[in-house]
């Protein structure tokens, strides 16, 4: 083979890299707020960070003492946190005067920043309940940046159809058919997709290679990659280089897949505060108990 020929097969192979599933992970039991029992996905002894995730928890109880006390008011510094409701209703309130609800496919976005001190109760005293909670990372330059919210209702996030009946909902990011997010964020510039594919169906989908992936399998079994490694429900797989997914449903199957560019940069977390420095941490601390809060 010719050294041009070596080169454009190098380069081919550059234009397609399959990501491989990298690490599985169930999680582990936990409990946050007033006692909300969740499953930590991201944020554990086994996965500390997937950066600029710094933590995942998935809620499902039809048990209403697991999740009734809620979120009682607290603050937030330095990052987001992205909720995402599979089923039930969240009622969120904060110290700027925002309220809402987040019902079922509704996801709030919201960029705490500077400080933010926020409530979120159920709203609802019996029935199923469901969902994530995301925390993502802010650039240090931005994590005093001025807190914001992207709140969007089922109705307005896209639904894309796939040729075989699968439903791909589009919180973030860009579908390989265009489809395009309801949340813009240029921070990490995050993939966020809600997606149901029926037995025997694939999915793939772009993603830049430098940027940090995992899917969450909400209930059926999925096949990664080449390897076809197989993530079953209420597994979260971590997905290895590449700059495309390969996915197929050995079963019915939902699952969402979550992607965006690591940050690289130094952390110091403290429970509600995510900065870089231990002073930065201390500095929350203290602005916070002297009500430098929203
Ligand atoms: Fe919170």
Redesign the pocket.
């Given at each position: 083979m010719s050294k041009e020929t070596l080169e454009q097969a190098s380069k081919i192979n550059e234009n397609i890299t399959i990501r491989e599933l990298r690490h599985l992970t169930q999680g582990m039991p936990a409990s946050d707020g007033a006692g909300v029992k969740l499953t930590r996905l991201i944020g554990t002894p086994e996965l500390n960070m997937l950066d600029p995730f710094l933590m995942l928890d998935a809620f499902e109880s039809d048990n209403a003492d697991d999740y009734i006390a809620g979120?009682p008011p607290?603050p937030?510094r330095g990052f987001e946190?992205v909720t995402y409701m599979l089923a039930g209703r969240m009622l969120h309130k904060d110290s700027a005067g925002n309220e809402g609800v987040i019902a079922p496919n509704g996801v709030q976005w919201m960029t705490a920043g500077r400080g933010i001190i926020?409530s979120?109760m159920p709203e609802q005293e019996a029935g199923l309940m469901q969902g994530f909670q995301l925390w993502v990372n802010l650039p240090a330059k931005e994590k005093l940046t001025e807190p914001q919210y992207q709140e969007f209702p089922a109705d307005q996030i896209a639904v894309e159809t796939t040729e075989s009946g699968g439903e791909i909902r589009v919180i973030a990011g860009q579908t390989n058919a265009g489809t395009q997010g309801a949340v813009v964020n240029e921070f990490v510039k995050p993939t966020y997709l809600d997606i149901i594919l029926k037995q025997g169906e694939s999915f793939s989908q772009s993603i830049s290679s430098q940027e940090n992936s995992f899917i969450y399998v909400i209930s059926g079994t999925l096949a990664v990659g080449e390897k076809q490694r197989l993530v079953t429900e209420k597994q979260l797989g971590i997905l290895a280089e590449g700059n495309t997914t390969a996915l197929y449903a050995d079963t019915d199957t939902r699952f969402i897949l979550v992607s965006a560019t690591p940050l690289n940069e130094p952390v110091a977390r403290g429970g509600p505060f995510v900065m870089n420095t231990q002073d930065e941490l201390r500095q929350a601390v203290d602005d916070y108990h002297n009500g430098k809060f929203a």
């Open positions: 979120f607290h937030h946190t926020h979120e």
